[in-house]
């Protein structure tokens, strides 16, 4: 079942911060962030596993929470180049070659 | 390094023809999975191969089939097209199969059924 993302769209001006959450309501091995800009492909963001590895950006934090079966990505100090669509996308198993996306946030940052 | 790479970039064909997709992973990554992304919405999982094996399939219908070769290479192919296969094909790339590593996607491909 897909993901929940929220909100659906968020605008910002910049150095605000924002938040993103997704929701799901199966139990989650992990959760991948990703970053698509208009006409481009997704950019790998973040990886969080359950046992509280992370692996991604430096500037972007995220948390991951095994008990809620939720995930929130944390974007601080907001920069123009932020702006896109992000999206969560879940594994259930410890092969996460199958991802299941949420339907996207779209984050606006206006100078 | 060359990252994902995909052919053609963008294709129109007609509904009831074929298409086949291609990819090529990055370097040293031996698991490629395949997406479909529909204008406004996240991408739905189709395929993945690892060690040119199929390890996952999604609810898409059997027109879909694809196949991943010596080299780590894959095609996609899609027989009958519908209107509704019109979309972005996504290959992503990752180390392996199993375990959990990230996933790097290609730029897609461009498909419009008319």
């Known amino acids: 079942q897909q993901p929940v993302q929220s909100p659906q769209a968020v605008i910002l001006r910049e150095g605000e911060d924002a938040v993103i959450n997704c929701s799901s309501s199966k139990a989650l091995y992990s959760v991948h962030w990703y970053r698509q800009k208009h006409g481009e492909a997704p950019v790998f963001l973040m990886i969080l596993l359950k046992g509280g590895e992370q692996k991604g950006h430096e500037k972007i934090s995220a948390s991951f929470n095994e008990k809620k079966q939720q995930s929130s990505l944390y974007l601080t100090a907001s920069q123009l180049s932020y702006s896109g669509t992000y999206f969560c996308g879940t594994g259930r198993a410890s092969n996460t070659g199958k991802l299941i996306f949420g339907q996207g946030t779209t984050l606006q940052v206006k100078p | 390094d060359a990252g994902v790479t995909q052919s053609p970039t963008h294709l129109i064909k007609t509904r009831g023809q074929h298409v086949t997709l291609r990819c090529s992973p990055i370097?040293?990554?031996?698991?490629v999975s395949w997406y479909q992304q529909v204008l406004g919405q996240g991408p739905q999982f189709i395929f993945q191969y690892y060690e040119k094996e199929e390890r996952g399939r999604g609810n898409f219908p059997d027109r879909f089939s694809a196949r991943q070769f010596p080299n780590y290479s894959s095609e996609l192919n899609v027989n009958a097209l519908l209107l509704g296969d019109s979309a972005l094909y996504l290959c992503a790339s990752s180390l392996y199969g199993t375990g959990t590593y990230e996933q790097y996607f290609g730029p897609g491909t461009r498909l419009t059924v008319t």
């Open positions: 370097s040293g990554h031996k698991s």
